[in-house]
Nanobody
Framework: QVQLVESGGGLVQPGGSLKLSCAASGSFLSIGVMGWYRQAPGKQREWVALIAPGGITNYAQDVKGRFTISRDNANNTVSLQMNSLKPEDTAVYYC??????????????WGQGTQVTVSS
């Protein structure tokens, strides 16, 4: 059984920084793309950043230059370093891994979500 566990959310002032992490555990063959999404109150979940197994990254336009996604393939983790945070970054952040198990092709697995609040 595959589980993703997130950590690192919290309250930060505008202009501050936070680092989120997400780790996969359980039995599986491989992890493909890892990503971060967020959902603000009253809004749909939106994509924030993605990283491929080889390290190629892609970012949503409104976080480009402020957020950095990275992965540690040996430890099955992904991180999101968030700098220059703005109030509009306030949301619940979710990690998403595409994981291949012994029984299936690549499927989406989601973390439980972690709250990020940017406020003075």
């Amino acid at each position: 059984q595959v589980q993703l566990v997130e950590s690192g959310g919290g309250l930060v002032q505008p202009g501050g920084s936070l680092k989120l992490s997400c780790a996969a555990s359980g039995s599986f063959l491989s992890i493909g793309v890892m990503g971060w999404y967020r959902q603000a109150p009253g809004k749909q979940r939106e994509w924030v950043a993605l990283i491929a197994p080889g390290g190629i990254t892609n970012y949503a336009q409104d976080v480009k230059g402020r957020f950095t996604i990275s992965r540690d393939n040996a430890n099955n983790t992904v991180s999101l370093q968030m700098n220059s945070l703005k109030p509009e970054d306030t949301a619940v952040y979710y990690c998403d891994f595409k994981i291949k198990t012994y029984d299936t092709g690549f499927l989406d697995y989601w973390g439980q979500g972690t709250q990020v609040t940017v406020s003075s």
